[in-house]
Nanobody, 127 residues
Framework: VQLQASGGGLVQAGGSLRLSCVAS????????MAWFRRAPGKEREFVAA????????HYSYSVKGRFTISRDNAKSTAYLQMDSLKPEDTALYYC?????????????????????WGQGTQVTVSS
């Protein structure tokens, strides 16, 4: 199974971007997934997570109210809608799948809970 993240780019502060994460297999729909990011000089950090059936979501404090995570299991795709972007949102964004729990609505916010990662897509927000 592979994950392909896309949708990053250069945007001015206050602008919006929508990231996509496409999985190569339909079993993607059985697992929770999340977005993480790594800013220059910093460690990878949790951004948002969504359960397999979309009934549970969770956001980091820094993005809550500005970002929205969603998924379309029929398309084996997850999304991260990013609004009101700030320069501090500049980072390489990764999608990840948690295959350790199947058909389970519990969410994970730790790197070690996710075992399948996409290659990352760069988001740069200018001031």
């Amino acid at each position: 199974v592979q994950l392909q993240a896309s949708g990053g780019g250069l945007v001015q502060a206050g602008g919006s971007l929508r990231l996509s994460c496409v999985a190569s297999e339909r079993t993607f729909g059985n697992y929770g997934m999340a977005w993480f990011r790594r800013a220059p000089g910093k460690e990878r950090e949790f951004v948002a997570a969504i359960s397999w059936n979309s009934d549970n979501t969770h956001y980091s404090y820094s993005v809550k109210g500005r970002f929205t995570i969603s998924r379309d299991n029929a398309k084996s795709t997850a999304y991260l809608q990013m609004d009101s972007l700030k320069p501090e949102d500049t980072a390489l964004y990764y999608c990840a799948v948690r295959r350790g729990l199947q058909l389970d609505s519990r969410l994970g916010t730790n790197l070690w809970e996710y075992d399948l990662w996409g290659q990352g897509t760069q988001v740069t927000v200018s001031s």
